[in-house]
C-alpha cells in the first residue's frame, strides 16, 4: 500500500488524542481486542458454521434472540462481546439482513425486489441461511489469501473478488462487520462506505473514485501503521475526533440570481443561513412530516401552476434544508463557484422563521470561516440549497477549517358577529364536548405526556372560537384571536397545596392602604369568570384546571359544589364569606387536568367525581405515525419501554407509563434526533428514575445495560454526547431488537431509500 501523507497538524492531533483516550482507557487494550475477537470466532468463526445444519443453523444465524449471529453483531453489549466497540451497524430495519424473524406474526420474512418485506416459509429461510453461511465461509478463504501487506492493487481488486465469491453478504453492513471482525488486521471496522470516505475526508485525503467497502480497508491498514496502532483504535481515535456520524456538506446560495451576494452580509453578520419563498409562510408545523416534500409540491403547485420541473426542484432544496440539514453539518454560503463563508450547524440550530424578511426560513450557524476563495471543481451551481458531494471541494472545504475557531457565536434575534352554532369536534376533542355538554365540567387524566393539558387548552380554544367566530382557532386571524384573549373567554388557574377557597371564590385578601397593612375581601378566578359570564350570556366561557388533583377540593369548591351541577346551574347559594347570592351560569365550563402518577383518580373527593365527567388519555403511539430518527422508530421504542414499565414498576404501574407527547413538539412528532436526545436525557430518564425509586437495577431492566449502569449506579451520561450517537442508538435498541423488525422501521427505510433514489433523479434532471 502506498504511502498516505498526512497533515503535520492533523497527526499530531491525532496521537495527542489515542494518547488521552488510552489514559481514559477508552482505548481497547491488545489483550481485550484479542478476548472479545477470540470469543466472537469462538462462537461464529468458519469452523462453527460449517458444523451446522437445517434449522439449528437458521437460529444461529438469524433467529430473534441473543445467541444468533445478527444479535451478537448489532446489539450484544457485555462484558463477554461489547459489539459497538468494533464499529456499529445499528439503525435501520432488519431488511439488512436480508431475512428475519418476526415476532409479532411467527414467521420468517424476507424483501422483495421493491426492498420491501414479504412473509416466507421457513424452508426458504433456510436456504437464505445456506447461502449466507457459504458465502461467509468462501469471503473468509479469500481474505486469508490476501497477502498482508497488500499492495493498493490487492485491495483495489477486493471488492470484485468478494463480490464474486459471497454477492449476497459481502457488500452489506453485517457481512462485512462479520469479515473484520475475523481480521482485524486487513480491513477497518467501518461497515459503511460513505463513513469510510467521510473519515478520510476528514484527514484531507481525497478517496479514490472507485466505490465498495473493501477498497479503502489500505488506506487506514497505512494509517495505522503510520501512527503505530492497531485498526481498531485508530478508528475508535478518528470517531472521537470527528464523530460517528458522517456529517454532510451543503452550498447554500446568498443572492436571487442576479450576481450579486445581496443575503450574504445579512447572513454573516445575524449568524445564520436561509432560503427564500417567502409566500410558504410559517413551515415549523410542517417539520416532522413525513411527507414533507409532498406537502411542499402541493403548496408549491398552487403558487406555480404548470411548472413540475420547478416545483420539484424547490420542493427538493426546501425539504433539504428542512430535513437534512442536521448537526455538525457543514454549510457553505457561495455566489457562484465562489465561496463567501463556512459555517457549522450545531446543536440548537432550529429552524427558525422570520416573516419580515425576504429570505424568511433560517437557520442558526456558527461561522468558522468568512474570507472569500473558489472550489477546485464547479458544483451545485444555480441552486438555492444542494450538498456537495465532490471529494476534492469536501476536502478544500476541511482544509479551510483545519484548527478554526469560531468567527461568531452570536444567538439569532430572531364582540365579535353573531355567534355560530358550535358542531361536533373529532376525536379526543370531540369527547370532551361531548362530556362539557352533558356535564358542564370534565377532568381529563392519565399518566405525564399523555397531552392532558394540550387536549384541555385546545379543545376550549376551539370552543370558543366556534361559537364566537364559527372557525377553529386556527383559522382566525389575529384580530380574531386578540378579541378572544381580551374577552377572556379561556381562562388557566392551577391547583396546589396552599390554593384556596380565597383565590378560587372569594376571600379577603392583603393589599396596602395609605402606607397601611389593610385586608380587603377580593373575588377569586371563578367568581370573576361567572359574572362575566352572566352579563355575555351569548358566549360560552371555559376554566381549565390544570392540575386539579394537587388542590384540597373540598376546601377550594366549599359550597360550590351544591350548583355545579349541570342540573342545578342557575339555583343560587350564598357565599359564606361575603354573603352575596351566587351561582353558576349555564354557559360557564371547567375542564380540569390530572396526573395520576401523582394521584389515582379512586382517591378523588367522591362528590367531585359525581359532578365531573372523566376522559382518560393514555399513552398513544399511533399519534407518532412511522417517525423514525436515526433508526429508532418512535412508536415501537415508546410501546416497548412503556410495556416494560408496566411489567417491573408495580401494581400503579398502568398509571406510570410514558405519554406519546414527550415526543411530540408542535403538535407534530419531533422530528430531529437531537431534540429526542434531549428529552430522554432531560425529561424521560428523571421520569423513570423517580418510578424507579433510583433502583438502577430496574431501570436497566427498561432501559437496558447499554444506557444504564446497575453496578456502578448510574446512566450512561457519555453517550448523549454528539460523538457517541451510534452508541447511544445501539444502546437504546439493544434490549428491545423487535423494534428492528417493526412495520415503522422498514417503511422508514424504504421510504429513505425511494426519495434518495428520486433525489439523483432530480439531480440528472437539473
Known amino acids: 500500500m502506498g504511502h498516505i501523507a498526512l497533515n503535520p497538524k492533523i497527526q499530531t492531533e491525532l496521537t495527542a488524542l489515542a494518547n488521552k483516550l488510552r489514559s481514559e482507557d477508552r482505548l481497547l487494550s491488545d489483550r481485550q481486542r484479542v478476548q472479545y475477537i477470540d470469543t466472537f470466532r469462538e462462537n461464529f468463526g468458519p469452523e462453527q458454521l460449517s458444523r451446522l445444519d437445517d434449522t439449528s443453523l437458521l437460529d444461529r444465524l438469524h433467529q430473534a434472540n441473543k445467541d444468533s449471529l445478527v444479535y451478537w453483531l448489532e446489539f450484544k453489549n457485555d462484558d463477554e462481546f461489547p459489539t459497538s466497540r468494533f464499529g456499529s451497524i445499528a439503525g435501520g430495519s432488519a431488511l439488512k439482513f436480508t431475512i428475519f424473524y418476526r415476532r409479532e406474526t411467527g414467521s420468517w420474512m424476507g424483501r422483495n425486489s421493491n426492498n420491501t418485506p414479504v412473509e416466507i416459509s421457513p424452508e426458504e429461510a433456510l436456504k437464505w441461511a445456506k447461502k449466507h453461511r457459504d458465502q461467509l465461509l468462501a469471503g473468509v478463504d479469500l481474505l486469508r489469501k490476501l497477502p498482508a501487506p497488500s499492495s493498493d492493487a490487492d485491495y483495489e481488486q477486493l471488492p470484485t473478488d468478494m463480490d464474486s465469491v459471497a454477492p449476497d453478504v459481502s457488500n452489506l453492513a453485517w457481512g462485512h462487520k462479520y469479515f473484520s471482525l475475523l481480521f482485524p488486521d486487513k480491513l477497518d471496522d467501518y461497515h459503511n462506505a460513505d463513513l469510510q470516505r467521510f473519515h478520510l475526508i476528514k484527514l484531507l485525503q481525497v478517496p479514490p473514485d472507485k466505490l465498495g467497502r473493501y477498497v479503502l480497508a489500505g488506506w487506514y491498514v497505512d494509517l495505522a501503521s503510520q501512527l503505530g496502532l492497531p485498526i481498531n483504535q485508530l478508528t475508535t481515535v478518528l470517531n472521537a475526533r470527528d464523530g460517528r456520524r458522517q456529517?454532510?456538506?451543503w452550498r447554500i446560495g446568498t443572492s436571487e440570481g442576479d450576481g450579486d451576494p445581496t443575503f450574504w452580509p445579512a447572513m454573516r453578520d445575524g449568524n445564520y443561513v436561509a432560503i427564500g419563498w417567502p409566500k410558504l409562510g410559517d413551515l415549523t408545523g410542517m417539520l416532522g412530516s413525513q411527507?414533507?416534500?409532498d406537502e411542499l409540491k402541493r403548496m408549491l403547485a398552487e403558487q406555480h401552476p404548470n411548472t413540475p420541473q420547478v416545483i420539484g426542484k424547490s420542493a427538493s432544496e426546501i425539504n433539504n434544508f428542512l430535513k437534512y440539514l442536521g448537526d455538525g453539518d457543514l454549510v457553505v454560503a457561495a455566489n457562484g463557484n465562489a465561496i463567501l463563508g463556512i459555517g457549522r450547524i450545531d446543536s440548537n440550530s432550529e429552524y427558525r422563521y422570520e416573516p419580515t424578511d425576504h429570505f424568511p426560513h433560517r437557520r442558526p450557524v456558527i461561522w468558522l470561516d468568512v474570507e472569500s476563495w473558489t472550489l477546485p471543481q464547479q458544483e451545485a451551481l444555480r441552486t438555492t440549497f444542494r450538498e456537495l458531494r465532490i471529494p476534492e471541494n469536501l476536502v478544500a472545504i476541511e482544509q479551510r477549517i483545519v484548527g478554526a475557531t469560531p468567527k461568531s457565536t452570536a444567538p439569532v434575534v430572531g364582540a365579535g358577529p353573531a355567534r355560530a352554532l358550535v358542531p361536533r369536534l373529532a376525536g379526543v376533542a370531540g369527547r370532551i364536548q361531548g362530556v362539557l355538554e352533558r356535564k358542564g365540567q370534565v377532568i381529563l387524566y392519565g399518566p405525564p405526556g399523555t397531552g392532558k393539558s394540550f387536549w384541555a387548552d385546545s379543545t376550549a380554544r376551539d370552543l370558543a372560537a366556534l361559537r364566537e367566530f364559527g372557525q377553529n382557532f386556527a383559522a382566525l386571524d389575529e384580530s380574531q384571536k386578540s378579541a378572544l384573549e381580551v374577552g377572556g373567554f379561556v381562562r388557566t388557574c392551577t391547583f396546589h397545596p396552599a390554593y384556596g377557597y380565597e383565590d378560587f371564590l372569594e376571600g379577603y385578601r392583603p393589599q396596602s392602604l395609605a402606607g397601611q397593612l389593610a385586608f380587603s375581601l377580593r373575588d377569586g378566578i371563578f367568581k370573576r369568570l361567572c359574572g362575566d359570564a352572566r352579563q355575555n350570556s351569548g358566549s360560552n366561557y371555559y376554566l381549565i384546571v390544570d392540575e386539579i388533583n394537587r388542590g384540597d377540593i373540598p376546601r377550594v369548591f366549599g359550597e360550590l359544589l351544591t350548583v355545579l351541577e349541570k342540573s342545578k346551574r342557575g339555583n343560587k347559594i350564598h357565599l359564606a364569606v361575603s354573603g352575596e347570592q351566587f351561582n353558576v351560569p349555564p354557559n360557564v365550563y371547567l375542564i380540569g387536568t390530572m396526573n395520576t402518577a401523582d394521584r389515582s383518580i379512586a382517591l378523588l373527593d367522591?362528590?367531585?367525581?359525581?359532578?365531573?365527567?372523566?376522559?382518560?388519555?393514555?399513552?398513544?403511539?399511533?399519534?407518532?405515525?412511522?417517525t423514525t430518527l436515526q433508526g429508532v422508530p418512535l412508536a415501537p421504542w415508546l410501546d416497548c419501554i412503556n410495556r416494560s414499565i408496566r411489567q417491573r414498576v408495580g401494581r400503579d404501574a398502568r398509571n406510570l407509563q410514558i405519554g406519546h407527547s414527550y415526543l411530540m413538539e408542535k403538535d407534530r412528532p419531533i422530528g430531529e434526533f437531537t431534540r429526542f436526545v434531549q428529552v430522554l436525557q432531560d425529561e424521560i430518564i428523571p421520569l423513570l428514575e423517580k418510578y424507579c425509586y433510583e433502583d438502577y437495577s430496574a431501570m436497566a431492566e427498561i432501559l437496558g445495560n447499554g444506557l444504564v449502569d446497575p453496578a456502578?449506579?448510574?446512566?450512561?451520561?457519555?453517550?448523549?454526547?454528539?460523538?457517541?450517537?451510534?452508541?447511544?442508538?445501539?444502546?437504546?435498541?439493544?434490549?428491545?431488537?423487535?423494534?428492528?423488525?417493526?412495520?415503522?422501521?422498514?417503511?422508514?427505510?424504504t421510504r429513505t431509500a425511494t426519495e434518495a433514489t428520486d433525489e439523483t433523479d432530480n439531480e440528472k434532471e437539473q
Open 247 to 249: 456529517h454532510r456538506y
Open 291 to 293: 411527507t414533507l416534500r
Open 606 to 626: 367522591k362528590a367531585l367525581r359525581r359532578r365531573f365527567g372523566f376522559v382518560e388519555l393514555m399513552p398513544d403511539s399511533a399519534i407518532l405515525g412511522d
Open 712 to 749: 456502578n449506579q448510574v446512566v450512561r451520561q457519555e453517550l448523549f454526547e454528539d460523538s457517541r450517537r451510534a452508541d447511544l442508538i445501539q444502546a437504546l435498541l439493544e434490549p428491545y431488537p423487535e423494534i428492528a423488525t417493526s412495520r415503522q422501521a422498514v417503511a422508514s427505510e
